[in-house]
């Protein structure tokens, strides 16, 4: 049961143009999302995040959109460099009082974006 | 560098070894997690440590599996008899309880089980 979909496993973009990065969710429980890069032989580092009363968050280049009634994200990378070359991953979890402080993530399969110089 | 660290960073052991993994979370985060990736797929939860009480484990944790924090500092990951399907990245994060969901990842232990 994959509650975070990542549909694209690959995407290629000319540098300078804007990377677009998509992510569905079925949990409608889910209310705080994130973005992780993962280079080789690293841990996930985190991107960005957006909490689910709010539609768009930015943070200098990176820019994530949110869409509460078609559970669907995305993150848009402008421009995009060489150095984004790596695998993205969508990420969410519900953020309960109740849950003991527990916010396990629950990943997408992740993309692999590679910037063409 | 003060970020999460894991050690060892690659471990080759026969079917039927007992492993034991380390994890050292940012020092003051209180909450720390244990994570599983396999080939393809994104980082899976296994379980969860508030300071030191382990508070949810995951069904992916069967019984060959245990986690320990004790002090509430540093962790512990302990697969017994170990099996091919236990092949996969050990993955620990940690947080601040005062900062939702932003988890800082460590490199992951790399298990191969022959």
């Known amino acids: 049961d994959q509650q975070v979909k990542q549909n694209s496993p690959s995407l290629s973009v000319q540098e300078g143009r804007i990377s677009i990065l998509n992510c569905d969710y079925t949990n409608s429980m889910f209310d705080y999302f994130l973005w992780y890069k993962k280079y080789p032989a690293e841990g996930p580092t985190f991107l960005i995040s957006i909490s689910s009363i709010k539609d768009k968050n930015e943070d200098g280049r990176f820019t994530v959109f949110l869409n509460k009634s078609a559970k669907h994200l995305s993150l848009h990378i402008v421009p995009s460099q060489p150095g984004d070359s790596a695998v993205y991953f969508c990420?969410?979890?519900?953020?309960?009082?109740?849950?003991?402080?527990?916010?396990?993530?629950?990943f997408g399969t992740g993309t692999r974006l590679t910037i063409i110089p | 560098d003060t970020g999460v660290s894991q050690d060892p960073r690659h471990k080759i052991t026969k079917r039927g070894q007992n492993v034991t993994f380390r994890c050292d979370p940012i020092s003051e985060h209180n909450r720390l997690y244990w994570y599983r990736q396999t080939l393809g797929q994104g980082p899976e939860f296994l379980t969860y440590?508030?300071?030191?009480?382990?508070?949810?484990k995951s069904r992916l944790l069967s019984d060959r599996f245990s986690a320990e924090r004790p002090k509430g500092s540093f962790s512990t990951l302990e697969i017994q008899r170990t099996e091919q399907g236990d092949s996969a990245m050990y993955l620990c994060?940690?947080?601040?309880?005062?900062?939702?969901?932003?988890?800082?990842f460590g490199p992951g232990t790399r298990l191969t089980v022959l």
């Open positions: 440590f508030q300071n030191e009480a382990q508070l949810e």
């Open positions: 994060a940690s947080s601040l309880s005062s900062r939702h969901n932003e988890q800082f």
């Open positions: 990420a969410a979890s519900v953020v309960l009082i109740s849950n003991f402080g527990n916010e396990k993530l629950t």
